[in-house]
């Protein structure tokens, strides 16, 4: 973005003399543009539209990228918004979530740990006794983890010899006493069927619907137990072709840092199994992301995949790239709940903002072979205005309201004033208690919020709204002759909008009847 000197100086003090810099582009808006077709061929059909896209630093050209994600679509670091449940949710869809930071380090690392525990291709059992324990110490597991899968092994550890399994169906609380020993219930191994170390997935599904089992044991010659297949995983990964698995097949998530404990904070998430981590901050042109890039690069190498912002311009964007940033985040108070502009006068329209990020980005590619993703966080009110980032040069994006409004974010549903409703709140909030984000008091509240609490319309499951969503992206992609992102990027053709052609775009000049229209 080029910029022209104020014409008029500022005296500061006798002798002393201040130019301001003013941008000589407005800040504008993705409601502010359009997207022109183009010529639709024969092949250009929503379901030949391939949305995957590179997330992390790589050497475009040269090799492949080494974490993409299915769709574009990356859940904000927020309370409101990203808990475990949300990010198996996401994973499944093909995105991936980011779990907040805001939290003590142990929970955070425990909600990345349920995410990574939730599915995988051979499981390690967490649920282990000895026959020697009891029907209580059974159900004290069950509570404890959620699973009602027990493996019996002989010293009770995930990587002993396997004597038998219990599964729900071995006992009845109502028939039996907890004080039955384990052994005298359990299924033993001689009347199990079980994989042989080394076994492939694909072999152990065979062995599990041949067989119309639940579960496979999976044991090495000498008979300790190696892990566990389940039958769920594969019906639920058939029944979610997009999800997101890391090469054990498990889902993928990532986690929220910030610049104050991430010498702790960082660690546990690397040993919970967070698969990329990202610096929650809403201004990321410091010092302070600088030091814990660092920090990380020094400890960890390339190994540990993180990103930084956010950003608004191609000084912000070359300082986090020069620190070592994986990807950089774009926008500063364009989210909904956002009330930063507001506040401290800081930010630009996040489409210009995408734009000239992402004019940084390419001549950095240029000059040293590394890409480096953006990711356009705020300023989505629309779905079509996700196309939008897309086309003007974001690889992918991070969405707050849009994932706070499904069952599966972590708010309560409330019935307000005859609807359903979400609750949704900003980082910024007094609510969020994210002091150290925000450089303010730990007295007890902000000085001043930049962040509001509010309500979001109750949307129902996230996979519903998300289908509706890339059938609307598809169809966009289509129309511009596009059928992947960095096509659409460079076929690109946008007109600006006056208000009346925003009223004209609406439905208009009829009574419109009740209608469910998303």
């Given at each position: 973005?080029?910029?022209?000197?104020?014409?008029?100086?500022?005296?500061?003090?006798?002798?002393?003399?201040?130019?301001?810099?003013?941008?000589?582009?407005?800040?504008?808006?993705?409601?502010?543009?359009?997207?022109?077709?183009?010529?639709?061929?024969?092949?250009?059909?929503?379901?030949?539209?391939?949305?995957?896209?590179?997330?992390?630093?790589?050497?475009?050209?040269?090799?492949?990228?080494?974490?993409?994600?299915?769709?574009?679509?990356?859940?904000?670091?927020?309370?409101?918004?990203?808990?475990?449940?949300?990010?198996?949710?996401?994973?499944?869809?093909?995105?991936?979530?980011?779990?907040?930071?805001?939290?003590?380090?142990?929970?955070?690392?425990?909600?990345?740990?349920?995410?990574?525990?939730?599915?995988?291709?051979?499981?390690?059992?967490?649920?282990?006794?000895?026959?020697?324990?009891?029907?209580?110490?059974?159900?004290?597991?069950?509570?404890?983890?959620?699973?009602?899968?027990?493996?019996?092994?002989?010293?009770?550890?995930?990587?002993?010899?396997?004597?038998?399994?219990?599964?729900?169906?071995?006992?009845?609380?109502?028939?039996?006493?907890?004080?039955?020993?384990?052994?005298?219930?359990?299924?033993?191994?001689?009347?199990?069927?079980?994989?042989?170390?080394?076994?492939?997935?694909?072999?152990?599904?065979?062995?599990?619907?041949?067989?119309?089992?639940?579960?496979?044991?999976?044991?090495?010659?000498?008979?300790?137990?190696?892990?566990?297949?389940?039958?769920?995983?594969?019906?639920?990964?058939?029944?979610?072709?997009?999800?997101?698995?890391?090469?054990?097949?498990?889902?993928?998530?990532?986690?929220?840092?910030?610049?104050?404990?991430?010498?702790?904070?960082?660690?546990?998430?690397?040993?919970?199994?967070?698969?990329?981590?990202?610096?929650?901050?809403?201004?990321?042109?410091?010092?302070?992301?600088?030091?814990?890039?660092?920090?990380?690069?020094?400890?960890?190498?390339?190994?540990?995949?993180?990103?930084?912002?956010?950003?608004?311009?191609?000084?912000?964007?070359?300082?986090?790239?020069?620190?070592?940033?994986?990807?950089?985040?774009?926008?500063?108070?364009?989210?909904?709940?956002?009330?930063?502009?507001?506040?401290?006068?800081?930010?630009?329209?996040?489409?210009?903002?995408?734009?000239?990020?992402?004019?940084?980005?390419?001549?950095?590619?240029?000059?040293?072979?590394?890409?480096?993703?953006?990711?356009?966080?705020?300023?989505?009110?629309?779905?079509?205005?996700?196309?939008?980032?897309?086309?003007?040069?974001?690889?992918?994006?991070?969405?707050g309201r849009y994932f706070a409004r499904f069952e599966e974010s972590p708010t309560?549903?409330?019935?307000?004033?005859?609807?359903?409703?979400?609750?949704?709140?900003?980082?910024?909030?007094?609510?969020?208690?994210?002091?150290?984000?925000?450089?303010?008091?730990?007295?007890?509240?902000?000085?001043?919020?930049?962040?509001?609490?509010?309500?979001?319309?109750?949307?129902?499951?996230?996979?519903?709204?998300?289908?509706?969503?890339?059938?609307?992206?598809?169809?966009?992609?289509?129309?511009?002759?596009?059928?992947?992102?960095?096509?659409?990027?460079?076929?690109?053709?946008?007109?600006?909008?006056?208000?009346?052609?925003?009223?004209?775009?609406?439905?208009?000049?009829?009574?419109?009847?009740?209608?469910?229209?998303?």
């Amino acid at each position: 973005m080029a910029h022209l000197a104020l014409q008029a100086l500022v005296d500061l003090k006798e002798g002393e003399e201040f130019m301001a810099v003013l941008f000589d582009q407005e800040s504008r808006t993705f409601s502010e543009f359009l997207l022109v077709p183009n010529l639709t061929t024969k092949d250009c059909t929503p379901d030949n539209v391939d949305l995957s896209t590179p997330l992390v630093k790589y050497r475009r050209g040269e090799e492949e990228c080494p974490l993409r994600i299915n769709i574009p679509f990356t859940s904000a670091i927020m309370q409101s918004v990203s808990d475990s449940g949300l990010a198996v949710a996401l994973a499944r869809s093909g995105g991936l979530s980011f779990i907040y930071a805001s939290q003590p380090i142990a929970d955070q690392a425990e909600m990345v740990r349920k995410v990574k525990k939730f599915k995988a291709g051979i499981v390690v059992s967490d649920c282990n006794l000895t026959p020697n324990h009891t029907l209580q110490d059974v159900l004290d597991l069950k509570e404890k983890t959620g699973h009602s899968t027990v493996a019996v092994t002989d010293d009770g550890t995930a990587t002993g010899v396997l004597l038998g399994l219990v599964t729900s169906r071995d006992y009845r609380i109502s028939r039996m006493q907890t004080t039955t020993k384990v052994g005298e219930f359990m299924t033993p191994l001689v009347q199990l069927i079980t994989g042989r170390d080394g076994i492939t997935l694909s072999e152990a599904n065979d062995i599990i619907w041949d067989h119309k089992l639940n579960q496979l044991p999976i044991v090495t010659e000498s008979g300790n137990l190696v892990g566990l297949v389940f039958r769920k995983d594969y019906e639920q990964h058939k029944a979610n072709p997009l999800e997101l698995l890391d090469h054990d097949k498990r889902l993928m998530t990532g986690a929220g840092i910030n610049t104050h404990d991430y010498r702790e904070r960082v660690p546990a998430l690397v040993e919970a199994g967070a698969d990329v981590l990202c610096i929650d901050s809403s201004d990321g042109f410091t010092e302070w992301q600088a030091d814990t890039l660092a920090w990380i690069r020094e400890r960890y190498g390339d190994s540990v995949k993180v990103g930084g912002g956010n950003v608004v311009d191609k000084d912000g964007f070359d300082y986090l790239a020069a620190a070592g940033a994986d990807f950089i985040k774009v926008g500063i108070g364009g989210g909904s709940i956002c009330i930063t502009r507001e506040q401290k006068g800081i930010g630009v329209g996040q489409a210009s903002a995408v734009m000239a990020v992402s004019q940084a980005r390419d001549e950095w590619f240029r000059r040293t072979g590394d890409y480096i993703p953006i990711c356009s966080d705020g300023g989505i009110v629309y779905d079509y205005h996700m196309s939008l980032a897309l086309a003007l040069g974001a690889d992918f994006m991070m969405l707050g309201r849009y994932f706070a409004r499904f069952e599966e974010s972590p708010t309560r549903r409330l019935l307000v004033n005859g609807s359903y409703v979400k609750e949704y709140w900003g980082e910024g909030s007094n609510r969020a208690r994210n002091w150290q984000r925000y450089g303010q008091t730990t007295s007890g509240h902000m000085m001043f919020e930049e962040g509001v609490d509010s309500y979001v319309p109750y949307a129902g499951l996230l996979r519903d709204n998300i289908a509706q969503t890339l059938a609307k992206m598809r169809a966009t992609f289509c129309a511009c002759g596009a059928l992947s992102i960095p096509e659409l990027q460079k076929k690109a053709r946008l007109v600006r909008v006056s208000a009346t052609s925003i009223v004209e775009g609406g439905a208009h000049d009829v009574i419109a009847k009740e209608s469910e229209r998303n």
